[in-house]
């Protein structure tokens, strides 16, 4: 099939899945890109081959064969699926070509997901005692979350200085999993899509940052984003919060405002464990 110039040839894993119908619907009404190929849990590896790019879109124990494929056949790569904790991530590195290749690791597509983690991020250093409850559909195989276990990464690299967060009886199954010292708790209910709740117990306060995904129609955004990134990313990088200016707006009355990145509440001031 004839190309246009700068076309971006897109092969989607995953293809019948509900992640990767939607994936390549998107890549289908965007400019620019086109799907070349559309594998399932029955394609030949060697059917991406001519893509530019692979969206990958499938399960937790498969990904790193299809990734790891792509990347030595110099695709880039547009991951989607669960399962890319910082080890899987480490071990991928090594092998992707900076120069040349690049994989974009994207553990939730959703704005408002993507907020909320990194709000959690900003959180993380006013409070020891720092829990994640994550529910979704009954038909989702892996646990915990992709999106909760990238939290509580970005959770544990905030307080990098301060160390691990207070798990008292955490040996007990009951107490979850822990990533990055915190527990975190899994549920898996019909009517439920996807929901995120990290909850910071403080000194007569609890703070909840609260996120739910209704329908699929979350991720469309993201997911625009993210193609048009992943045309020319490079090496190895984790999550759309990247990709997104996500500063405080300038406040107009120069008396409060804070440049981005410094201190934005007087609780900052009083705080203990900054
Ligand atoms: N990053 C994000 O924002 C989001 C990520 N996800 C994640 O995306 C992943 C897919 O979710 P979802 O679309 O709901 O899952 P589905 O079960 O709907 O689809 C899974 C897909 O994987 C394919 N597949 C299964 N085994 C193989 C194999 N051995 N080789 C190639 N393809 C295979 C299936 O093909 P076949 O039909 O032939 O079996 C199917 O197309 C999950 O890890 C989920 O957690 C989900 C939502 C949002
Ligand atoms: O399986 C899902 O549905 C989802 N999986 C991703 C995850 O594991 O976090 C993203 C989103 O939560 C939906």
Do not use: C
């Not at 937790?60 to 989607?80: T, W, Y």
């Not at 409070?127 to 939290?151: C, L, N, Q």
């Not at 905030?158 to 979850?176: F, I, K, N, W």
């Amino acid at each position: 099939m004839q190309q246009g110039p700068g076309t971006t040839r897109v092969a989607v894993a995953g293809a019948t899945g509900r992640m990767g119908r939607l994936a390549s619907r998107i890549v289908e009404e965007t400019d620019g890109f086109e799907l070349v190929a559309s594998l399932g849990s029955s394609s030949e590896l060697d059917e991406m081959v001519g893509a530019d790019l692979l969206v990958e879109f499938t399960l937790p124990q498969v990904s790193p064969r299809l990734v790891e494929f792509a990347v030595d056949h110099g695709i880039r790569v547009l991951v989607g699926t669960s399962g890319w904790s910082s080890e899987r991530v480490e071990s991928l590195r090594s092998r992707v070509d900076k120069a040349s290749g690049g994989v974009l690791i994207v553990p939730n597509f959703s704005i408002g997901s993507v907020i909320a983690s990194s709000i959690s991020a900003m959180a993380a250093r006013y409070f020891d005692s720092i829990e994640i409850v994550e529910a979704h559909h009954a038909g989702k195989i892996d646990s915990p979350s992709g999106t909760a276990v990238r939290t509580a990464e970005l959770i544990g690299a905030a307080r990098s200085e301060l160390g691990p967060v207070a798990a008292p009886h955490a040996d007990q199954r009951a107490r979850g999993q822990q990533v990055a010292s915190i527990p975190i708790h899994s549920l898996r209910l019909q009517g439920v899509h996807a929901k995120q709740d990290v909850l910071f117990g403080g000194t007569g306060e609890v703070l909840t940052i609260s996120h739910e995904t209704l329908a699929p129609t979350a991720y469309e955004a993201g997911i625009r984003i993210a193609l048009q990134a992943a045309r020319t990313t490079r090496g190895v990088s984790v999550g759309l919060d990247r990709l997104l200016d996500l500063r405080p707006a300038p406040v107009k009355d120069a008396g409060t405002s804070r440049p981005p990145g410094g201190e934005t509440s007087g609780q900052a001031a009083t705080a203990t464990t900054p």
